[in-house]
């Protein structure tokens, strides 16, 4: 090769595909937060509302049963209280 040859300068092209890579690299991950987003919506959203908030169909009873459970047993009182066996009043 000799001094007065002239050699194609390739730095405009190396930036370029430089860039595609960083855009396309940013959009996959816009791209992937937005299906985590969208995945973490569906999820929640079948959960029906109030379903953490328990209530125990026992908490006012004053029967003499519930009442002697709960002085030898009360987490079993507590566990039948708010179980869908006592919201369904099944004795």
């Not at 370029?16 to 791209?31: K, P, S």
């Not at 999820?43 to 026992?58: R, T, Y």
Request: with cysteine; proline share 4%; charged share 20%.
């Amino acid at each position: 090769m000799s001094e007065n040859e002239i050699v194609p300068n390739d730095e405009p092209n190396n930036a370029w595909q430089t860039w595609r890579l960083l855009i396309i690299g940013f959009v996959a991950v816009i791209i992937l937060i937005g299906l985590v987003f969208v995945v973490a919506t569906i999820i929640n959203s079948s959960q029906p509302e109030g379903e953490d908030e328990k209530v125990n169909a026992l908490a006012n009873s004053d029967d003499e049963c519930v009442v002697c459970h709960r002085r030898t047993t009360p987490g079993i009182v507590e566990q039948y209280g708010v179980s869908t066996m006592a919201v369904a009043e099944v004795d």
